[in-house]
Nanobody, 121 residues
């Protein structure tokens, strides 16, 4: 059983910062890409940032220059540092990781439970 546990969400004023964490636990052989998504009320879930196992990153245009994704492979953890937050960043943020539980098993997408981020104006 593999799980992703997220933390770090909360309420912050516009212009503030938050740091989200997502730690994988369980029977993990290898983790490939790790990503952050978000879903605002009434909107579709969108990808915010992605980081490969070799630390290559890509960001949604709406967060470029404000958000930074990083990871520690030894700790099976990914972070999302969010600066200069805006009210439109308000959403539930989800962690996603492609995880293999054995040498010959395929990578499987695993989602975290989500953490609420609310930015007040």
């Amino acid at each position: 059983q593999v799980q992703l546990l997220e933390s770090g969400g909360g309420l912050v004023q516009s212009g503030g910062s938050l740091r989200l964490s997502c730690a994988a636990s369980g029977s993990i052989f290898r983790i490939n890409d790790m990503a952050w998504y978000r879903q605002a009320p009434g909107k579709e879930r969108e990808q915010v940032a992605i980081i490969t196992s070799t630390a290559m990153t890509r960001y949604a245009d709406s967060v470029k220059g404000r958000f930074t994704v990083s990871r520690d492979n030894a700790k099976s953890t990914v972070w999302l540092q969010m600066n200069s937050l805006k009210p439109e960043d308000t959403a539930v943020y989800y962690c996603l990781a492609a995880i293999a539980t054995g040498f010959s098993t395929p990578f499987r997408a695993v989602w975290g439970q989500g953490t609420q981020v609310t930015v007040s104006s």
